[in-house]
């Protein structure tokens, strides 16, 4: 992203484009660099996907404030637990390359797939698909050990591959990178491990796929269990957790509450979390951390417990949820 920097003030200065929700890493790295943050909207109605006609209406409201640079994807979503359809790739590459913006390709998630209607695809894979007429579309794809079905947030590591970049800039890319600090040498064998997985004729392959299949088969039971949990609560609703490790359902809280929150220089989302971890114990994000449409409150949970544990979670929960329903209405 710093490479892709432009002017530092007016309309010469970057401008990023970042789905809100949104992880927050991204908002706060635009801000470091002085860029100018696009934030465009994901579908909650069409299960968090991307509409173009919305990015096309934030990147023309953004115009007279920035250069627009870069189109931020983050799949499957961090915190909305989408899948995006190969479709909805396809549609950003072409409005990518219409816009002449640099795509980066938050992937790392991309083994965390629950949904039997949803399948993962790579923006590498469907860009080099679509014809020698995208050979200039500029993208970066990452991967992490920290996510997916590993899970090894202590060793930091990961990598990022650059595709159909300017051979001029190569040589800086790797100047600039030259210049950091590396993983340390554990992390590297882990990120080594995680790329160079086991094959079907070496020994360890039987329990490795084992290992696996069962963590992602627990997640993907967990991920049913947290959908249908807040579907059933009234005056909630949750979109399908078709991937990822989080649900990122929408509350109508009573205007009552909202009045409360209001009074007291409060988000409502944040008066509920505050709430539920006091009453409960159970710690969620607020949506207002994430961003989300106006008029619109969510809340960030993961589905990482034990599953016995995530089941007496949703049910403290729905027992919180009741009672703060019944105390604002």
Request: proline share 7%; with cysteine; glycine share 6%.
């Amino acid at each position: 992203m710093k490479m892709l920097m432009t002017g530092k003030s007016g309309k010469d200065r970057a401008g990023v484009m970042i789905p809100i929700p949104q992880y927050p890493l991204y908002t706060a790295t635009t801000a470091e660099y002085n860029a100018y943050t696009i934030s465009y909207y994901l579908d909650e109605d069409n299960n968090w996907a991307l509409n173009i006609p919305d990015l096309e209406k934030s990147l023309d409201a953004a115009r007279p404030h920035c250069k627009p640079r870069v189109i931020v994807v983050i799949n499957p979503g961090n915190p909305t637990g989408q899948v995006l359809s190969r479709k909805n790739i396809e549609d950003i590459i072409k409005f990518a390359k219409r816009e002449n913006l640099f795509i980066l390709a938050d992937e790392v998630y991309q083994d965390n797939v629950y949904d039997e209607n949803s399948k993962f695809f790579s923006f590498k894979k469907v860009l080099t698909e679509m014809g020698p007429d995208y050979n200039n579309v500029e993208l970066a794809s990452f991967m992490s050990s920290s996510k997916g079905f590993m899970g090894e947030c202590g060793f930091r590591a990961g990598y990022f591959e650059a595709v159909n970049l300017d051979p001029e800039v190569i040589p800086y890319l790797n100047k600039s990178i030259s210049a950091k600090l590396c993983s340390s040498v554990p992390g590297q064998a882990l990120m080594d491990v995680i790329v160079n997985p086991p094959k079907p004729s070496e020994p360890s392959y039987t329990h490795f796929m084992q290992e696996k299949e069962n963590v992602l088969s627990q997640l993907k039971e967990k991920a049913l269990l947290t959908t249908n949990t807040f579907n059933s609560i009234e005056g909630m609703k949750c979109n399908t957790l078709q991937g990822a490790m989080y649900a990122f359902p929408c509350i109508f809280l009573p205007p009552k509450a909202i009045e409360t929150a209001k009074s007291v220089g409060k988000s409502p989302d944040f008066i509920y979390c505050s709430e539920l971890l006091e009453a409960t114990g159970i710690c969620v994000v607020p949506g207002s951390g994430f961003g989300q449409q106006e008029g619109t409150y969510h809340f960030r949970s993961t589905i990482l417990p034990q599953l016995n544990e995530l089941k007496k979670m949703m049910c403290g929960f729905q027992e919180f949820h009741e009672k703060f329903m019944n105390k604002y209405k």
